[in-house]
Each structure stands twice: as structure tokens, then as C-alpha cells.
């Protein structure tokens, strides 16, 4: 009879050790399975490790390009960190924080504010912070005035907040 060995595999695909093989000659058809799917999950946990190294490479490597740009005075403008950006004042999502901002202020103040338009906003970059500048209708009074609001939004789960409500005079 002649000897063989099996090579055992850790769980990140390396081998660890050699172990003589069963006395067994024919093995079952569970037995074959299991050596195909332990095969297969060595092959993939390789090509992940293998996959997740060139990854990190990559970031390496790009990070690497900019600081020589940088070095050799190329111009590569950094993200704008804190600041504000402009927001579509049309857009539907704008539109639901300015009747949110002006439904929380008529709670708070016991007044009947109604929503005309979005007149222009902005959105902090690194927070879900909103400035909106709102043509808001009293319903009692018929009048019309500009609102400067400002709403915070916490993303999961979303919860909206009124910061500051102020009346802008016209």
C-alpha cells in the first residue's frame, strides 16, 4: 500500500501541517464534497486576501501621487472642510425642511407661518446642517416676510431639529 499525506489548511488559506492520510482507500461521497468546498474556500479566502492587499497598495500609491504633486507645487484643491455649499432651492427634499422648519417654529410660537417658496440654501459639508431662507405667508394676517432658518438632520434614524427661526425684515 503506499503512503500518501494530506495537507491541512488554516482558515486563511496558508498551509499549517502534513498528516499521513486515512487507512482508507475509497472515500465517501460526503467526504469528497467537503474536500471540494474546503478547496474552494481556501482558493477564495486567497483571492480576498490577495484582492484586499492591492487595494491597500492602491490607496498607498495615490496617496503617494498627490503628496509628490503637492511637493512639486502642482495645485490640487483640498475639499472645501468645514464650510457651505449651495442647495437646489426647487428641490423636493429642500422644500420638506422648510415646511418641517416652518411647522416646528408654529408649534414652538403658537403662530400659523405657511410655506410660499424656498428663496435660496445651503448644506454644511461635513453635517446634515441646513440654512434656508424661506418666503413664509401668516395665515392669520394675510402678510408676507423672509425667514432665515436653520435645521439640523441626524441621518440614522432621521431625526430632524430646529435650530433657529428669525424673521429677516423686509
Not at 2 to 19: D, P, Q, R
Request: charged share 15%.
Amino acid at each position: 500500500m503506499a503512503s500518501s499525506m494530506i495537507m491541512t489548511t488554516s482558515f486563511f488559506g496558508g498551509a499549517v501541517a502534513a498528516k499521513p492520510a486515512a487507512a482508507t482507500t475509497r472515500r465517501g461521497p460526503l467526504a469528497i464534497r467537503a474536500s471540494m468546498d474546503l478547496d474552494k474556500a481556501a482558493g477564495e479566502s486567497t483571492n480576498t486576501r490577495r484582492g484586499l492587499v492591492l487595494a491597500g497598495m492602491a490607496a498607498a500609491a495615490a496617496s503617494s501621487v498627490v503628496k509628490v504633486a503637492m511637493a512639486g507645487g502642482v495645485n490640487i484643491d483640498p475639499l472645501p472642510f468645514p464650510g457651505w455649499v449651495p442647495v437646489d432651492p426647487n428641490a423636493p427634499d429642500i422644500f420638506q425642511i422648510a415646511v418641517f422648519a416652518v411647522s416646528e417654529h408654529n408649534k414652538q410660537s403658537k403662530s400659523a407661518l405657511a410655506v410660499e417658496s424656498v428663496i435660496r440654501g445651503e448644506r454644511e459639508v461635513v453635517a446634515l446642517n441646513y440654512s434656508l431662507l424661506i418666503a413664509a405667508r401668516d395665515t392669520k394676517t394675510g402678510l408676507s416676510n423672509n425667514y432665515l432658518a436653520g435645521v439640523s438632520i441626524q441621518a440614522v434614524p432621521t431625526i430632524m431639529k430646529l435650530i433657529s427661526f428669525d424673521a429677516i425684515l423686509r
